[in-house]
């Protein structure tokens, strides 16, 4: 039998974002478990962004993501190209000067099998457009090793032309004229041209984002489900009760009950189907009768979620989730973070939280990789990294 830890088919070592926002010049090393805190402002959401956007270039989505949050001026890094040391100390005025690097928004990553970064700028003054908010993109680069180097790279994009490397070494050009809208990930992910392409984009495109479960009397997370398999709880959760079932039959059956157990003492959880629709039953110690998930509290149907989330049948290779402690009482925390820690060991996991709950038993866990976000200058800083002590990363040139 297969190790859940050897499901994990490549952890994302090290994260790097350069003028997205406040996140100037960031590099983020990762683990199997990674909790990022800090206060208000000092940057998560725009990491978690970062991540998504990242995730849209497998999407083909990545620029009209860009454009809808007001083009690339909108997320850019507003503060000045280099800050001097008298502008630190207070003794002149922030202020911008002659720019010495072109304009440009970059996302990477380093994995335990390729390498990838994305290089976003200006489009061109000519030809004229209307879709002018719209980024293109200048460079893409797969690479082998953590570190970039001509040597290492498999497939390669400069503007609307990309070449991959050949079993011989020797360069053949796959696309001549790719749109600067169009990732390479997206449009040339090719088993047999370009394998590492195909390869990273469907690795990415397993990537699941948890936000803020909707839990309101309109919720469709309320309402029973069409009883088909679901081996994949939806964003919105609106197929929960068939991702229980599913878990039942085809997941880990015994862990579902444990982690109902250990946040609701002698509670059990059951399916019920009904007219082709499934829906779930709450049971617990001192009830006549089930409560249907109409009828439970927002945190209950919250936490039954998470846990229908972490107990997934078909782990991804990486999940995101920000600020699961939303709308959760206290006593929720503990059982929780005992649920993400099982979880970490079949997927990588990035938690962001405000909740001391559920960040004191995470931070206790020997995986857990745990990142403080502060600001420094409006720029988001990592607290326990000193920049010499960062992972080095060079960006691909255009």
Same mark, same amino acid.
């Given at each position: 039998?297969?190790?859940?830890?050897?499901?994990? $088919?490549?952890?994302?070592?090290?994260?790097?974002?350069?003028?997205?926002?406040?996140?100037?010049e960031?590099?983020? #090393?990762l683990?199997?478990?990674?909790? &990022? !805190? %800090?206060?208000?402002? @000092?940057?998560?959401?725009?990491?978690?962004?970062?991540?998504?956007?990242?995730?849209? !270039?497998?999407? %083909?989505?990545?620029?009209s993501?860009?454009?809808?949050?007001?083009?690339?001026?909108?997320?850019?890094?507003?503060?000045?190209? !280099?800050?001097?040391?008298?502008?630190?100390?207070?003794?002149?005025?922030?202020?911008?000067g002659?720019?010495?690097?072109?304009?440009?928004?970059?996302?990477?990553?380093?994995?335990?099998?390729? @390498?990838?970064? &994305?290089?976003?700028?200006?489009?061109?003054?000519?030809?004229?457009?209307?879709?002018?908010?719209?980024?293109?993109?200048?460079?893409?680069?797969? $690479?082998?090793?953590?570190?970039?180097?001509?040597?290492?790279?498999?497939?390669?994009?400069?503007? #609307?032309?990309?070449?991959?490397?050949?079993?011989?070494?020797? $360069?053949?050009?796959?696309?001549?004229?790719?749109?600067?809208?169009?990732?390479?990930?997206?449009?040339?992910?090719?088993?047999?041209?370009?394998?590492?392409?195909?390869?990273?984009?469907?690795?990415?495109?397993? $990537?699941?984002?948890?936000d803020?479960?909707?839990?309101?009397?309109?919720?469709?997370v309320?309402?029973?489900?069409?009883?088909?398999?679901?081996?994949?709880?939806?964003?919105?959760?609106?197929?929960?009760?068939?991702?229980?079932? !599913? &878990?039942?039959?085809?997941?880990?059956?015994?862990?579902?009950? +444990?982690?109902?157990?250990?946040?609701?003492?002698?509670?059990?959880?059951?399916? +019920?189907?009904?007219?082709?629709?499934?829906? =779930? =039953?709450?049971? /617990?110690?001192?009830?006549?009768?089930?409560?249907?998930?109409?009828?439970?509290?927002?945190?209950?149907?919250?936490?039954?979620?998470?846990?229908?989330?972490?107990?997934?049948?078909?782990?991804?290779?990486?999940?995101v989730?920000?600020?699961? +402690?939303?709308?959760?009482?206290?006593? =929720?925390?503990?059982?929780?973070?005992?649920?993400?820690?099982?979880?970490?060991?079949?997927?990588?996991?990035?938690?962001?939280?405000?909740?001391?709950?559920?960040?004191?038993?995470? /931070?206790?866990?020997?995986?857990?990789q745990?990142?403080?976000?502060?600001?420094?200058?409006?720029?988001?800083?990592?607290q326990?990294?000193?920049?010499?002590?960062?992972?080095?990363?060079?960006?691909?040139g255009?």
């Amino acid at each position: 039998m297969v190790s859940p830890i050897e499901k994990v $088919w490549a952890l994302i070592r090290l994260l790097a974002v350069s003028n997205y926002r406040s996140l100037k010049e960031t590099r983020l #090393p990762l683990g199997r478990l990674n909790l &990022i !805190t %800090g206060a208000n402002g @000092s940057g998560k959401s725009n990491l978690y962004k970062a991540l998504r956007l990242l995730s849209d !270039t497998a999407l %083909g989505t990545a620029t009209s993501s860009i454009a809808a949050e007001g083009g690339l001026d909108s997320v850019l890094w507003a503060g000045p190209e !280099t800050l001097s040391r008298g502008m630190k100390k207070g003794q002149v005025p922030v202020q911008g000067g002659p720019r010495q690097k072109p304009i440009q928004l970059q996302l990477g990553f380093v994995r335990d099998d390729f @390498s990838y970064a &994305i290089d976003f700028g200006l489009p061109e003054p000519v030809p004229r457009t209307m879709f002018g908010k719209d980024p293109v993109i200048k460079r893409e680069a797969i $690479w082998f090793g953590e570190h970039y180097h001509p040597s290492r790279v498999m497939v390669d994009r400069r503007g #609307p032309v990309v070449r991959a490397r050949q079993e011989s070494g020797a $360069w053949q050009v796959i696309e001549h004229h790719l749109h600067s809208f169009d990732s390479m990930l997206m449009r040339l992910a090719d088993p047999r041209m370009a394998p590492e392409a195909l390869h990273l984009r469907e690795s990415i495109r397993s $990537w699941r984002f948890y936000d803020h479960f909707r839990t309101d009397r309109l919720s469709p997370v309320r309402e029973p489900h069409v009883a088909t398999r679901t081996p994949v709880l939806s964003h919105d959760g609106s197929d929960f009760a068939a991702a229980w079932q !599913t &878990i039942n039959e085809i997941g880990d059956e015994l862990a579902l009950a +444990e982690a109902v157990d250990d946040a609701f003492p002698g509670a059990v959880v059951t399916v +019920e189907e009904s007219g082709g629709r499934f829906a =779930l =039953l709450f049971h /617990q110690p001192g009830l006549l009768r089930p409560l249907n998930q109409a009828e439970l509290s927002d945190g209950t149907l919250r936490y039954l979620l998470w846990i229908a989330a972490l107990l997934t049948p078909r782990p991804p290779e990486l999940m995101v989730l920000n600020e699961p +402690e939303t709308s959760l009482h206290p006593d =929720l925390l503990p059982p929780l973070a005992r649920l993400m820690a099982r979880c970490s060991e079949s997927t990588q996991l990035w938690v962001t939280s405000h909740a001391p709950g559920l960040i004191r038993p995470l /931070q206790d866990e020997p995986n857990c990789q745990h990142i403080r976000l502060s600001k420094e200058f409006s720029e988001s800083r990592l607290q326990d990294y000193p920049d010499l002590d960062l992972p080095l990363w060079k960006w691909p040139g255009r």
